[in-house]
DNA sequence: GATGAATGAGGCTTCATTCAT
DNA sequence: CATGAATGAAGCCTCATTCAT
């Protein structure tokens, strides 16, 4: 249609050469479509296409689908954890606000952005791609545990938290945060945004420091809800 | 045809009796599979395998894969849901031992058996599959919805629950159970069991009659948490 | 074109149901393009349809590329080494008699055969498909030349052949039994039968025994050419 | 261009030299690996990198895959072969040993080399690419076979070789070359190198002259085996 | 009814070749 | 000249579905 209206120096080129720019835009693509229907239903024809090259050109960056996929979530996930160990390692202040700060980060990066999708895909199809699952679970899970156990122990060395089980207690404050990012996309189907995610958390951060702090600390906290 | 001589107490023996009874082992494989794989991954060959008759006897009692599907809701899930609106349909006593009831009978029937399965699968697929995610809206989520809220109005008729919106707080409701539900499964790569389901639905239930219930009713209620 | 004419009875089934035929079939068809264009070249589409059949129904017959390979030698290779061990492990004359009739036999069944091009295959691309080499070496090379070594064996056990080493003997009669059933199809490029294999094999079946019969013996020969 | 300021004897920094060197680069890269996997088994993406360009420049000097297996055959092949037609034209001695330094040349300069490889090369795949098996027909085939023709003819013209067919002879004396040559490369499946290539060799050629030489002739030869 | 052989569209991946830089 | 990113046709393999027996 408009192509006849082009100017007549035009000579668009069959495809332009962007080394630099590829791979982002490919990831960025995967992330979208991974993130929407999931990773054995995503064609990698339908990545290269949206990233608008040729289905040939993602093997230049990538060797395979899950190479690909780990690659989305290494250039996706993996900064916002480093940067969440890095706060958690240089933190200065109370405990309190290192955790408040963490979980706030999490959200905000991770869970009400479309990254949150990387999760709901774990949870769906880590049984069938047994390699993928042992990927994520060493470079995000484990590491991501590691982190907030850190947190709780720091609390507790500092006589800012008292006496918990750091472990247990990650598990229990994990578990929420992932069933609030999964609720983001899974409740879909049935039409309703059934908690304002932000309310949610901020309720469960004081929750969970109201479970964490020493009774007698002036500690930096907001009126515990219920 | 061989049907002719069969009297209702008849001992048929197993191999005539499988014709009728194939639709429920073909079911129950499907079940067994879809909730191990999801949808899509599951092989319709595995199903047939696993009921011990071959792939083509699928078709003779399934058009296709949706309809195997849909056909295995409609089997395990349709009539929990029928048991719980016939209940709440007529029950007699206090509106808060019925929502107690119904929801531990979701949990007890659905929750905590591989039927909570199906409502992962759905939350990881429906995406892929609209006309399955347009069923499964209609006939399970609009359906329980529904039973939910008009447990909330009959509560509200009664006098036995205070003023709320039935809509918005069936959601509210909804949401921790289907949470629960996916925990069991989603987590399996977290090697953790976040919580005790059995403790967090108690816990669940009695908080939300705590905030449903009327201020002044000597209601039957165990004592709120929090 | 000339369905026009069919009889009006007639409705030509889409395809045969044809269970026990169809390997048969399959492996023949592979065999021919195996031997024609090699193992890498050769498309699993053509040997589908050259079969009959469509690309699908080659894998509920063999589970890939390389095991329709294994099934080609296995049915046509492995049955003529099997009836040359019976006669090797059987026979009751005169070594060098067993000798000739294996060495022709081999002739017979496979140098003259389009069998050989299997040979000339596995010569040209072992280097490129080590679970091949792997899989011909073990199957067919060792129990050939084992074979081979036994009749040498039995000949000298029996007095009938002098002292040899059984396995560098059996190597150099290999080597120029492989090199003729190369000769047949590689020299297709040169455009000329170079030698005259029958006669090429006689003559050295009577050079092998002319160096392994004792001088004694009043041996069954032909008169040693050369 | 840059050749300008160029004496003979200058000694041109290696980068500058390149230029000059890259197709005999290219094709030593792609000899090594067209022998070592054959043709189709090769890709230009190592054939480059082995010679330590890129994978476009290859396309600078040849047009295409078979160019480039022409261009080895040339630099490799025809200059061999060349050289011998040179000897046979300019050759002063006796027509048997004539003949012998042709088939001992052939061995050192070709049989001996990995070049031999690119016959290995041409039995197993020119029914795969009709074009390369033309060319090589053509400049290989039919001029090697026309040298030793002619050298055969000479031998008779000058009364040194007795009366033969020297077209069926050539045939005959190829044929076991060939084949000398292709066990360099093919038995390594066998594991067992059938015979010392050089004795063979000597064998064959005495052979060969005992069969050629008039019986009369004081000629020079070995003693004939057998 | 039951079977399972047969189909064929569709997905992942490779690689000779082209061409923007 | 040189590069190597980009292309796209082609090959292997899977699996929901069909249908001859």
Known sequence: ?????????????????????????????????????????TRLTDVAARAGVSKGTLY??????????????????????????????????????????????W????????????TKLMMAESGNFPELA???????????????????????????????DPHLTTQAIIAPMIMLMMSKHAFCICQARPVAPLDYLNNFIDLCLYGMLRDDAGAPRTPAPC
Chains 1, 2, 3, 4 share one sequence.
Not at 65 to 73: I, R
């Open 134 to 164: 042992q990927f994520y679970h060493q470079e995000v899970i484990l590491r991501g545990n590691a982190m907030i156990a850190r947190i709780l122990e720091r609390g507790m060395a500092r006589g800012e938290f008292r006496h918990i």
């Open 60 to 105: 230049l960056y990538f060797t395979n689908k899950e190479d690909l996929f780990k690659a989305v979530v290494r250039e996706n996930l993996l900064p916002v954890l480093g940067d969440a160990e890095n706060l958690a390692d240089t933190f200065d202040g109370h405990s309190a606000d290192l955790f408040r700060d963490i979980m706030l980060g």
């Open 1 to 41: 249609m408009n192509t006849s209206s082009d100017t007549p120096t035009e000579n668009k080129p069959r495809w332009e050469r962007r080394k630099d720019e590829r791979p982002q835009e490919l990831l960025a693509a995967a992330l979208d479509l991974f993130v929407d229907k999931g990773f054995a239903a």
């Open 107 to 118: 959200w905000r990066r991770i869970g009400d952005t479309k990254l949150s999708g990387i």
